[in-house]
C-alpha cells in the first residue's frame, strides 16, 4: 500500500468521507484472511479480531491523527494477533471464572449456608459502589474543559459537535480528539482511585 | 517516568493492541511472572470497561456494524464468483453478438468515454441559469453569473468570484459546487475532489448527491474506475445510462 495512497484514505476520513475507508477495509481483509485463519480457525472469528483492530487503527490514525506506519497492512495483522492474543486470555479467564463459580456452587450446595450467600450479595455490592465512586470522583478531577466535554457526551439531547465553538476548537476532529484524550484521562484517574478505595475497604475490614 | 508509569505505557500499548511480536512475547511472559503486574492489567482493564459502558460511544458501535454488514458482503460476492474461463466465454460470445448487430445496423455503439461525455452534458444541479429578477449584488445573483462565467470557460474568475462566500450565507453550497468544478476544469483535480468532499459532509445536505455526481465523474475522467464506483452506477451494458448510486 503506497504511502500516499494511505494517506489520502486517512485524510478523507478525518474529513468525513469514509468511503475510501471503507475500500481500504475490504481489500486489507481479503489479504490478511488466509493468515487470520491460521490463528482464529473461523471466518466469523477472523471478522470479529480484524474489525476490533480496525476500530483501534482507525482511533489511531483518523482521531488521533499519528504517523502512519511504513506498512499499515503488516501493522494491521500485528494488531488483529494482539487483538487475538487478549480476546484469548479474556477467555481462559472467563473459563476459569466459571470454573470456580460452579465448584462454588457446588460446595454451597453441599454446605449451604444463608450467611455464605449474604456475604456474596455484599460483596457484590461493595464492588458496584467501588466502581460507581471511582468513576464519580474521576469525573471530578477532570479540567473543566474535559468535564464539559464527558457530561455533554452522556446527555443524549445535546451534540459533542455543539461544543466546538463555545469550547474554542478549530475544527469538529479536533474536538473528537480532545474526548478521545479525556476519555483517557478518566480511565487512568479511575484506575488510580479503584486501587486506592480498594486498599482502604481492605483496611478497614 | 517511574516503574508505575512505565507499566501504565506498556498496558496501555497491550490494550491498544500496539505491541510488536517481540514485546507480546515479553508482555505475555511478564504476566506469567509477575502477579503485580498482572492484578495493574485486570484493574486497568476493569478501568477501561468502567468508562466505556458509563459512556457508550455509538459512533464506534454504527462503525463496528456497518464494517460487518461491509465484509459479510464481501464474503456473499466471493462465494457468487464464476469461474474466470466462463466469464471469457460469455464476453467473448456477447462481443461476437455484439460485432455482428453492429455490422447490420452500420451504428456504433457508445463508448465509456461518449457515457462519461454525456453524463457531464446533462449539467445535473447546475440549473442557475433560471434564476431571474434579482438585485445584483444579491447572493444569488452572484452564483448565477458565475455559472455564466463557468458556461463560458472563465473557471479562473469562477474560482475568484466564489471565494469569499462563506458558510453563513446563503447559497453557499452552490458557491462550492461550482468553485469545486471549475477548479477541476483548471486542472486542480485534488483540490476540486476536496471542496466536493465538503460540500458531500455538508450539515444541510441539500448538494450532496450533486457533489456525489461529479465526484465519481471525475474519478471516471481520471480512468478510476473503482473510486467512481463508489458514488455511481456504471452499467456493463454500453446503451445503458451512468446513473448515481
Known amino acids: ?205 | 517516568m517511574d516503574a508505575e508509569e512505565k507499566d501504565i505505557a506498556l498496558i496501555n500499548k497491550y490494550l491498544d493492541f500496539q505491541l510488536s511480536e517481540k514485546e507480546l512475547v515479553s508482555f505475555e511472559k511478564k504476566l506469567t511472572t509477575d502477579t503485580n503486574f498482572f492484578q495493574k492489567l485486570q484493574t486497568y482493564q476493569q478501568s477501561e470497561t468502567i468508562v466505556t459502558q458509563a459512556f457508550e460511544n455509538s459512533k464506534h458501535q454504527k462503525r463496528t456494524e456497518q464494517w460487518d454488514k461491509i465484509l459479510d458482503s464481501e464474503e456473499k460476492l466471493e462465494k457468487k464468483h464464476i469461474p474466470w474461463r466462463w466469464i471469457g466465454g460469455i464476453a467473448a460470445g456477447f462481443i461476437l453478438v455484439l460485432s455482428i448487430w453492429q455490422f447490420n445496423n452500420g451504428q456504433q455503439e457508445p463508448d465509456i468515454n461518449t457515457r462519461i461525455a454525456d453524463a457531464w452534458n446533462k449539467k445535473i444541479g447546475l440549473s442557475y441559469n433560471i434564476i431571474r429578477g434579482e438585485n445584483k449584488d444579491s447572493i444569488r445573483q452572484i452564483i448565477r453569473s458565475a455559472f455564466e462565467k463557468y458556461e463560458n470557460g472563465d473557471y479562473q474568475k469562477v474560482i475568484t468570484k466564489l471565494k469569499d462566500i462563506n458558510q453563513t450565507q446563503e447559497a453557499y453550497e452552490d458557491a462550492l459546487l461550482l468553485r469545486g468544478l471549475s477548479l477541476y476544469r483548471t486542472g486542480n483535480t485534488t483540490a476540486a475532489l476536496q471542496t466536493l468532499d465538503s460540500l458531500i459532509q455538508h450539515p444541510t445536505g441539500r448538494k450532496s448527491y450533486v457533489a456525489k455526481w461529479y465526484e465519481g465523474l471525475i474519478y471516471l475522467d481520471e480512468g478510476n474506475l473503482k473510486a467512481a464506483r463508489q458514488f455511481l452506477e456504471i452499467p456493463s451494458d454500453n446503451n445503458q445510462e451512468i446513473k448515481l448510486k
Open chain 1, 1 to 205: 500500500m503506497a504511502d500516499e495512497r494511505m494517506e489520502q484514505i486517512i485524510s478523507k476520513a478525518i474529513q468525513g468521507n469514509e468511503l475510501p475507508f471503507n475500500t481500504f477495509l475490504k481489500e486489507t481483509f481479503t489479504a490478511l484472511l488466509p493468515k487470520l485463519l491460521v490463528l482464529t480457525k473461523s471466518r466469523d472469528e477472523a471478522k470479529e479480531v480484524f474489525i476490533i483492530s480496525m476500530q483501534k487503527f482507525w482511533e489511531c490514525f483518523v482521531i488521533k491523527q499519528q504517523k502512519l506506519p511504513h506498512n499499515s497492512i503488516g501493522y494491521i495483522y500485528i494488531m488483529c494477533k494482539n487483538a487475538w492474543l487478549l480476546q484469548k486470555r479474556e477467555q481462559e479467564r472467563i473459563a476459569v471464572l466459571n470454573n470456580e463459580i460452579i465448584h462454588t456452587q457446588v460446595d454451597n450446595q453441599i454446605n449451604e449456608s444463608p450467611e455464605n450467600s449474604a456475604f456474596d450479595r455484599e460483596m457484590e455490592a461493595e464492588e458496584h459502589t467501588l466502581k460507581h465512586k471511582a468513576l464519580t470522583m474521576a469525573l471530578e478531577t477532570l479540567s473543566p474543559k474535559c468535564k464539559t466535554i464527558m457530561e455533554t457526551d452522556l446527555d443524549p439531547k445535546n451534540q459533542l459537535k455543539s461544543l466546538q465553538e463555545p469550547l474554542g476548537y478549530t475544527n469538529y476532529q479536533a474536538l473528537v480528539q480532545a474526548k478521545y484524550n479525556c476519555k483517557k484521562r478518566l480511565v487512568k484517574k479511575v484506575y488510580e482511585l479503584l486501587n486506592q478505595l480498594k486498599e482502604t475497604t481492605l483496611l478497614n475490614r
